[in-house]
């Protein structure tokens, strides 16, 4: 199906850092060296192995490059590291064709630090189609019931148009939230859940409205509000579909996603606009040292895989008191598990003392 134009949206900026620097790496843990060349037409369409790749060492200590991401287990995933193909304007989805591989945004707000990525997965680099993913980080509400709005989304890959789907939903999220604002505000004060649900349920159904997506924009949605007010401990999430929310504390990451109580369709069928029936919202309580990190299945999946390497590496990583900068954060979001190559979209939250 043709794309068509979406007047009034413009396609999200990343932002580069520049002051990355090379770290060693942590026990279990293997830098993944192989130097790749773009794919072109007429080349293989399966993935390579690694016995086919040429290394490529990256001399440690030149401050100048990290090298492609880390890998765990003894070898790297068979698909190559960063993107190859892109989709071309003239296979008629002008969308997918100026949607970037990576995103990347950070905020920070009072003592609060985030970090958030979003990256084409290994098969779509792989495949040349593009993120269906997206991500946004944002403020809504009036100063004295301020709330910050983290959201992911997750393109359904039978869809064809999931990539513009999770893009708008999360823009007009927020803008519905931030109607609700301050109700919300009030409801998470007085930790009354069933409000939160029912206001969550009336913002989400407005946005899906505004942008009368169907059935080919299928995504899924998570939203992460925590009040600006250093005072207000509690935070809400908000979901539909796979995906959703973990805790890091005490060097161990915690699932904190609401549990279908049995009212709703099965989690793995849960997508917007039609195949929902009301959004899950959860309240929960962090204090100052924990980090709040939001994700789609992409990262959520390998987290709670049986091996625990890659939640120990990334434990190790986001489990300091400091945010990593920004392209450190990209780099260590970008680390790969064999099996799980899908788009990636994280989003932390760091929040220091007084």
């Known amino acids: 199906m043709p794309h068509r134009d979406v007047p009034g949206h413009d396609t999200p900026l990343h932002r580069d850092d520049l002051d990355a620097h090379l770290d060693s790496l942590p026990t279990g843990i293997v830098q993944d060296t192989r130097r790749l060349g773009a794919a072109g037409p007429g080349q293989q369409t399966s993935p390579p192995t690694t016995e086919r790749l040429d290394p490529a060492p990256v001399e440690p200590g030149d401050g100048l490059t990290r090298g492609a991401p880390a890998h765990v287990g003894l070898r790297p995933p068979s698909y190559p590291s960063q993107p190859l193909r892109s989709p071309s304007v003239r296979d ?3 969308f997918a064709a100026l949607t970037p591989a990576v995103l990347l945004d950070g905020a920070q707000v009072g003592r609060l630090t985030v970090r958030a ?11 040349g189609s593009c993120r269906q993913d997206s991500v946004a980080v944002t403020r809504i509400g009036p100063a004295e019931a301020e709330l910050l709005a983290l959201a992911v989304a997750d393109g359904v890959g039978s869809a064809a148009h999931s990539h513009e789907g999770s893009y708008r ?45 169907g059935p080919e924009h299928a995504t899924t949605l998570h939203v992460l509000l925590v009040p600006t007010d250093p005072r207000i401990r509690e935070r809400v999430l908000l979901s539909v579909g796979d995906g959703g929310l973990f805790v890091l504390r005490d060097s161990q990451w915690h699932h904190a996603s609401p ?15 039609h195949a929902y029936r009301s959004v899950k919202a959860r309240l929960l309580r962090s204090e100052p040292g924990h980090v709040l990190l939001l994700g789609t299945d992409g990262i959520t999946n390998p987290l709670t895989q049986k091996d625990p390497a890659f939640a120990q590496h990334l434990a190790q990583a986001w489990g300091g008191p400091q945010a990593p900068s920004l392209s450190d954060f990209l780099w260590q979001a970008q680390t790969r598990a ?11 939250v760091w929040e220091g003392a007084e």
């Open 92 to 94: 008629g989805d002008y």
């Open 117 to 127: 990525a979003s990256v084409r997965g290994d098969s779509h680099n792989w495949e």
């Open 169 to 213: 939903i999360v823009i007009q999220a927020a803008r519905h939230l931030d109607r609700e604002a301050e109700s919300l505000h009030a409801a998470l004060v007085a930790r009354d859940e069933s409000e939160l649900r029912a206001i969550a349920d009336k913002a989400i159904a407005g946005a899906v409205g505004a942008l009368r997506l």
């Open 338 to 348: 064999k099996s799980y190559d899908d788009d990636r979209t994280v989003v932390c």
């Open 259 to 273: 549990v279908d109580d049995g009212s709703l369709l099965d989690t793995r069928t849960e997508a917007l606009p």
